[in-house]
T-cell receptor
Framework: QKEVEQNSGPLSVPEGAIASLNCTYS??????FFWYRQYSGKSPELIMF????GDKEDGRFTAQLNKASQYVSLLIRDSQPSDSATYLC?????????FGQGTRLTINP | SQTIHQWPATLVQPVGSPLSLECTVE??????LYWYRQAAGRGLQLLFY??????ISSEVPQNLSASRPQDRQFILSSKKLLLSDSGFYLC????????????FGPGTRLTVL
């Protein structure tokens, strides 16, 4: 069973705070993990990928991966109103990119 | 750099009518191509994928079909649309099957009435 689980939210975070988005997956053999941002009415945009255990930082975004716990997260520091969107976690499972349902994030000014 | 195009951007069709959605990729050769559907308030559902010209794999049984007549062209079709075919249709491409980093086109919003 190929499953990627995310809290659907909505997650509400004040401007300037850290937003934390979480994702768990079912396939222990998965090797690549992705975070997409999707604004309302638009297509998903790839913002982060991570392949190794630990943290990967890119600007205000940090992806964290723990393969033993089958857990991947995305931290957004200094959250801005423009970060308000739905964030999709995707996991590569045997050649298929399996998506979670997405977490809706709202940044409050 | 690579660019992916989809058209039309929006489409309103009556039940029972045919459908043809087109996707083209620029700036890369022999990409893996994908069709997804996103229904309102739901996740992304993989419909078809293709690793080369004329090679189509279907993920779910349905009244839709896909074709890849050229290396960078992917077409989604139906002979007779159903109400349940309404949704946001997304084309995506990747170059590495192992890591499968996929990039999406702008999408086509289809409403079947």
């Amino acid at each position: 069973q190929k499953e990627v689980e995310q809290n659907s939210g909505p997650l509400s975070v004040p401007e300037g705070a850290i937003a934390s988005l979480n994702c768990t997956y079912s396939d222990r053999g998965s090797q690549s993990f992705f975070w997409y941002r999707q604004y309302s009415g638009k297509s998903p945009e790839l913002i982060m990928f991570i392949y190794s255990n630990g943290d990967k930082e890119d600007g205000r975004f940090t992806a964290q991966l723990n393969k033993a716990s089958q857990y991947v997260s995305l931290l957004i520091r200094d959250s801005q109103p423009s970060d308000s969107a739905t964030y999709l976690c995707a996991v590569n499972m045997v050649g298929e990119l399996v998506f979670g349902q997405g977490t809706r994030l709202t940044i409050n000014p | 750099s690579q660019t992916i195009h989809q058209w039309p951007a929006t489409l309103v069709q009556p039940v029972g009518s045919p459908l043809s959605l087109e996707c083209t990729v620029e700036g890369t050769s022999n990409p893996n191509l994908y069709w997804y559907r996103q229904a309102a308030g739901r996740g992304l559902q993989l419909l078809f994928y293709s690793v080369g010209i004329g090679q189509i794999s279907s993920e779910v049984p349905q009244n839709l079909s896909a074709s890849r007549p050229q290396d960078r062209q992917f077409i989604l079709s139906s002979k007779k649309l159903l109400l349940s075919d309404s949704g946001f249709y997304l084309c995506a491409w990747s170059v590495r099957w192992d890591y499968n980093e996929q990039f999406f086109g702008p999408g086509t919003r289809l409403t079947v009435l």
